[in-house]
């Protein structure tokens, strides 16, 4: 399978162009390519690129794009994860899983028992991190839509806006009926994850009210960044 990259520039079939700094540094530096060595590029506006090296100096390097894919192997339904952060590598944890199994965007939340609280400058940087996870494992998965990564925002908030929110409205709520997808998913979802600790019984009686209904995907208490990765492979198992 050939390197994938992802790249910030419009591409077409046919143009010669210069390597951004980040595709230069990880393909030319780090993986050490070779002149007239070949590669995919994906900009995250549809499909995917062949292109080739044509020339490589000590800060920079140029390519030819050869040939276009239009496949970008996502699922044949949207979700829009709603995920209450978590501190550490659990947050990064389930981003990367989130957007290999198709996730369409992810809103970030706070709540109640949110560990978790942005501050203005401290905000961007994150999210921006959190951004490069999403595309590294887009690389790394075939996928060549990008989920894009909302800023945080209360989970009341996001409530007040439900009409706005997929007809389909899901939240993880343990010692729940069971809900059917097969019969009453719709091919756009929301899917609202809690933090460690759970939502509170309050907010899920808020989910509820503004169209939210329960799922229970099992017998066990599953972790925050578990959640998403079980929910989503049923999603894409049964839808």
């Not at 010669?16 to 993986?31: A, C, G, K």
């Not at 952060?85 to 709540?111: C, F, N, P, W």
Request: proline share 4%; charged share 25%; glycine share 6%.
């Amino acid at each position: 399978m050939s390197n994938r990259f992802f790249i910030e520039a419009t591409l077409t079939v046919g143009q010669s162009l210069e390597l951004t700094e980040v595709v230069f540094h990880h393909w030319v530096r780090v993986l050490r390519a070779k002149l007239n060595e070949q590669a995919i590029l994906f900009n995250g506006q549809g499909g995917e690129y062949l292109v080739e090296l044509t020339e490589i100096n000590k800060k920079n390097a140029y390519i030819q794009v050869i040939s276009f894919e239009p496949a970008n192997r996502t699922p044949n339904f949207k979700v829009l994860l709603g995920q209450v952060m978590s501190k550490g590598d659990r947050m990064d944890y389930a981003i990367q899983k989130a957007t290999e199994l198709g996730v369409h965007q992810i809103q970030l939340l706070t709540s109640e028992r949110c560990e978790m609280r942005l501050k203005y400058e401290r905000d961007q940087k994150k999210i921006d991190h959190w951004q490069g996870i999403a595309i590294a494992a887009c690389e790394q998965c075939g996928l060549n839509l990008v989920p894009e990564i909302l800023p945080p925002i209360s989970l009341q908030e996001w409530l007040k806006n439900a009409d706005a929110l997929p007809t389909t409205k899901l939240v993880l709520a343990p010692d729940t009926e069971a809900f059917d997808i097969k019969k009453e998913a719709s091919p756009d979802l929301a899917l609202l994850i809690g933090p460690e600790g759970g939502l509170s019984q309050d907010e899920i009686d808020q989910a509820n009210a503004v169209g939210f209904k329960n799922w229970c995907i099992g017998e066990r208490v599953l972790r925050t960044e578990t959640a998403p990765v079980v929910a989503l492979s049923i999603l894409n198992y049964i839808l």
